[in-house]
């Protein structure tokens, strides 16, 4: 059974940075797609970057420029580096694995296999 874990998360003040690690098992990493979501109490999950299985990344606009996707498959990871943390930051955070057939990879839907969640804290 594949399974996605998250870690990393935690309680960091705004301006701040955390580096949160998903590490799949049972699964041919390189040949899938990887994607970043969060949630935060009352809203729909939301896409916040994906890095393709080509190493191609996409971000959402709010978080250009200050997150960072990568991925290493000899370690079956992938990495979501994050700078300059804000409050409107704070959420559960998803990582989750889409087919390399799959395109546009900003749908929940598209997405085959999801983690457990971490959660992130950005304070004032």
């Known amino acids: 059974q594949v399974k996605l874990v998250e870690s990393g998360g935690g309680l960091v003040q705004a301006g701040g940075s955390l580096r949160l690690s998903c590490t799949a098992s049972?699964?041919?990493?390189?040949?899938?797609?990887v994607g970043w979501f969060r949630q935060a109490p009352g809203k729909e999950r939301e896409f916040v970057a994906h890095?393709?299985?080509?190493?191609?990344?996409y971000y959402t606009d709010s978080v250009k420029g200050r997150f960072t996707i990568s991925r290493d498959n000899a370690k079956n990871t992938a990495y979501l580096q994050m700078n300059s943390l804000k409050p409107e930051d704070t959420a559960v955070y998803y990582c989750a694995t889409a087919s390399r057939a799959r395109v546009e990879l900003i749908r929940t839907y598209e997405y085959d296999y999801w983690g457990q969640g971490t959660q992130v804290t950005v304070s004032l």
């Open positions: 049972r699964l041919s990493f390189s040949n899938y797609n």
């Open positions: 890095i393709k299985f080509n190493a191609a990344t």
